[in-house]
């Protein structure tokens, strides 16, 4: 069991390019959690989604983010015309359901420059 | 908007010290985790207390869930190099929330 897989490790991209952020859930997790991280803080909740839904995005920005969680592959979270205020690091966490643990991945670190 | 806070922010020991680590809220809260997480990594689970008033060892560490289920804090006997890292605390089950709401974190360096 590889656990909770996010790719790339890194991503850098210019002002104004779309960035796309891959997770692949634990074997038999059917929940997802997408967080954002800045340096020296918390986790910051932005988007839970099960197979094809959509449960709660209230911690998603209206404009430029969307994720999907289609029935086969990855979780996809997707930022467009990124800005420098998007830098950070975004995780995705996985779990049988939402009263239990999460497993995370170790993340995808966004620079747009 | 619920808000979990730890204290200290940040705290700094020699080896073979005790801390503790406190996260508190206003919310009231299903369940309560403990999470590590070191530099570059994704947080890592350490425990889940359910019950008020209920507390759990994990080797040198001690989680305690208030009675209130508002609040928690997590001990470490004899702390170790190895303990270094940024601690956070989660909330499930708070008030309209269906997913975790992470505390603001603890970075807690054990000096060798």
């Known amino acids: 069991n590889a656990g909770v897989m996010q790719n790339p490790r890194h991503l850098v991209r210019r002002r104004g390019q779309e960035a796309r952020l891959r997770c692949s859930p634990m074997k038999g997790h059917s929940h997802v959690y997408w967080y954002r991280q800045l340096p020296e803080e918390g986790l910051k909740f932005m988007v839970y989604?099960?197979?094809?839904?959509?449960?709660?995005e209230s911690g998603m920005p209206k404009e430029r983010f969307s994720a999907e969680f289609p029935k086969e592959g990855p979780s996809i979270l997707r930022i467009q015309q990124v800005v420098r205020g998007d830098s950070a690091a975004y995780f995705c966490?996985?779990?049988?359901?939402?009263?239990?643990?999460?497993?995370f991945g170790s993340g995808t670190r966004l620079t747009v420059v | 908007t619920q808000l979990l806070e730890q204290s200290p922010q940040f705290l700094s020991i020699q080896e073979g010290e005790n801390l503790t680590v406190y996260c508190n809220s206003s919310s009231v809260f299903s369940s309560l985790q403990w999470y590590r997480q070191e530099p570059g990594e994704g947080p890592v689970l350490l425990v889940t207390?359910?019950?008020?008033?209920e507390v759990k060892k994990l080797k040198r560490l001690t989680f305690q869930f208030g009675d209130a289920r508002k609040d928690s804090s997590l001990h470490i006997t004899a702390a170790q190099p190895g303990d270094t890292g940024l601690y956070l605390c989660a909330g499930a089950g708070g008030t309209g929330a269906n997913n975790l709401f992470f505390g603001t974190g603890t970075r807690l360096t054990v000096i060798p």
């Open positions: 989604l099960q197979k094809e839904n959509i449960i709660d």
């Open positions: 966490a996985s779990s049988y359901g939402t009263a239990n643990g999460y497993t």
């Open positions: 207390v359910v019950t008020g008033g």
